[in-house]
């Protein structure tokens, strides 16, 4: 395969898990992201709108502790633009949720 071909499949492969939160179908999206995360984000070349994308998916197919991992990645980067500002504040949002949630659970 050629590295074109290669590239264009991995970017495939990305639109397509994007394309699958705004459906909902987080667990596709988990699926399709998951194994390509390292590929996408590194420490010193962050990839704010991947880890957001990423995190969504993760708490949205019940995957807390790989969530909880993201967040706390999401959170050493700064958004670059309003997207990403967007979507970290997304994420940040349904941490708070997340946590709300549990808080509850405790006081039940």
């Known amino acids: 395969m050629s590295n074109n071909k290669a590239i264009q499949k991995m970017a495939d492969r990305v639109v397509e898990g994007y394309n699958a939160i ?4 987080y667990q596709k999206a988990k699926k399709l992201l998951d194994p390509i995360a390292p590929l996408f984000h590194q420490e010193d ?3 704010v709108t ?3 994308y990423l995190a969504i998916a993760q ?3 019940k995957d807390i502790d790989s ?3 993201t967040y706390e990645e999401l959170q050493k980067h700064e958004p670059k633009n309003n997207k990403e500002q967007s979507l970290k504040k997304r994420v ?3 941490f708070q949720e997340l946590m709300n949630s549990i808080q509850d659970n405790l006081n039940d």
């Open 59 to 61: 708490v949205g197919s």
């Open 50 to 52: 991947f880890l957001s």
């Open 92 to 94: 940040e949002e349904m």
């Open 22 to 25: 705004h459906d909902k179908d």
């Open 45 to 47: 070349r962050p990839n």
């Open 67 to 69: 969530f909880l991992q």
